[in-house]
C-alpha cells in the first residue's frame, strides 16, 4: 500500500532534514523547497496528499501559498508547522484553507498525527493556541476588512513584510526603496489603521489576510 505523499516548505535547510527524519517512517517525502512561489509549483509538479508549511517563507508566505494551492484542481491537504503561537496567525491559516496549525514547540508526534489527522478529512491545532483561535474564528470583522481595503497596494506589501519580521533596512532591499519611503509607509499605515506597535501591525496583517 503506498504511503501518503508529503511535500514540505521552510526555509530553513537543517530544520527540513530533521523533520524529513521524523515523518518518513510514516510518509512519503516527495519534496522539499524553501519559498512559497516554489511551494505551490512543486505541488502543481508532484500532486503531494499534504503539503507541510512554515508560515514565514520568501516571496511567498505560507498562508498565501495555502491560497493559491486551494484554487488547484486536485488540492493537497495543508499542515502549517510555525514558530507563530498567536491564534491570529492560526485562524488566517484555517481561513486559507489549512487542515492543521502546529507549533514548532511541540513533540515530533503532533506533526505526524496532524497530517494523519488531514488526510482523515480531520482538523488539528496545538492545544495551547485551540481556545484563541475559536474565538477569533466567531469575531466578526466586516468593519476591519473595509479598512484594509484604503491602504494602498503599497502599503498592503510593506505592512506583510513588517509582519513578517523583516527590518526598515531589509524591506528597502527587497523592495529596491529606500529606508526613509519605508518609514514614510509605516507611519502612513499607522495612521490608516490607527495602530502604534509592530505586534498590532502583525495582528492586523493576519487578520486581514495580508499575512
Do not use: W
Not at 511567498?60 to 484542481?73: C, E, S, V
Not at 486536485?74 to 510555525?82: A, D, E, M
Not at 507549533?103 to 505526524?112: A, M, Q, T
Not at 527587497?174 to 495612521?191: A, G
Amino acid at each position: 500500500m503506498a504511503r501518503p505523499r508529503v511535500l514540505l516548505g521552510d526555509d530553513h535547510a537543517m530544520f527540513c532534514e530533521g523533520l524529513r527524519s521524523i515523518l518518513e517512517p510514516h510518509f512519503e517525502v516527495v519534496g522539499i523547497v524553501e519559498n512559497g512561489q516554489e511551494l505551490v509549483t512543486n505541488a502543481e509538479r508532484l500532486q503531494p496528499d499534504v503539503v507541510v508549511a512554515d508560515i514565514s517563507m520568501p516571496l511567498l508566505n505560507g498562508i498565501g501559498a495555502a491560497r493559491k494551492l486551494q484554487k488547484m484542481k486536485r488540492s493537497p491537504k495543508i499542515v502549517f508547522l510555525t514558530m507563530h503561537a498567536d491564534p491570529t496567525f492560526a485562524t488566517e491559516a484555517f481561513r486559507a484553507g489549512a487542515s492543521g496549525y502546529v507549533l514548532k514547540s511541540s513533540h515530533g508526534s503532533e506533526i505526524v498525527t496532524a497530517i494523519q489527522e488531514a488526510i482523515q478529512g480531520r482538523t488539528h491545532i496545538s492545544a495551547v493556541i485551540a481556545g484563541g483561535v475559536l474565538g477569533s474564528l466567531m469575531e466578526n470583522r466586516t468593519d476591519q476588512k473595509k479598512q484594509a481595503a484604503e491602504l494602498t497596494p503599497r502599503q498592503k506589501e510593506i505592512l506583510q513584510l513588517i509582519a513578517e519580521g523583516k527590518s526598515p533596512k531589509e524591506i528597502a532591499v527587497v523592495l529596491n526603496v529606500s529606508p526613509r519611503t519605508v518609514e514614510f509607509h509605516k507611519y502612513r499605515i499607522m495612521e490608516t489603521t490607527g495602530v502604534r506597535t509592530i505586534a498590532e501591525l502583525t495582528r492586523y496583517a493576519v487578520n486581514h489576510g495580508i499575512i
